[in-house]
Nanobody, 130 residues
Framework: QLQLVESGGGLVQPGGSLRLSCAVSGFPGFTLDFYAIGWFRQATGKEREAVSC????????YYVDSVKGRFTISRDNAKNTLHLQMISLKPEDTGVYYC????????????????????WGQGTPVTVSS
């Protein structure tokens, strides 16, 4: 069982920046090497969508088209932490951002699908508004 705790959300003006963090803890000897981990977001009245994910073993990344060039995902396997650096934020980036992890059992992990992720944090709200 893993525990994921997000931080870093808040209110920001359009064009601003935020950095989200996710601390992952688990059983003794746990490592992100065997997981895909990433960020999903859910806006009011919309389905949860994958924003950006990373494969722990090799750092391969995924970004939804709407955030390419603006968001950067990174992980620190030694500290079991995940970050999402967000710049040039837009009102449509508003939503609750969830950190999630999936234990990988094969090389196929894309595209990220929410119901295939096993562990979820409580979410951190991001509001982009003037």
């Amino acid at each position: 069982q893993l525990q994921l705790v997000e931080s870093g959300g808040g209110l920001v003006q359009p064009g601003g920046s935020l950095r989200l963090s996710c601390a992952v803890s688990g059983f003794p000897g746990f490592t992100l090497d065997f997981y895909a981990i990433g960020w999903f977001r859910q806006a009011t009245g919309k389905e949860r969508e994958a924003v950006s994910c990373i494969r722990g073993s090799d750092g391969s990344t995924y970004y939804v088209d709407s955030v390419k060039g603006r968001f950067t995902i990174s992980r620190d396997n030694a500290k079991n932490t995940l970050h999402l650096q967000m710049i040039s934020l837009k009102p449509e980036d508003t939503g609750v951002y969830y950190c999630a992890a999936q234990l990988l059992t094969s090389d196929y992990w894309l595209p990220p699908v929410a119901n295939e992720y096993d562990y979820w944090g409580q979410g951190t709200p991001v509001t982009v508004s003037s």
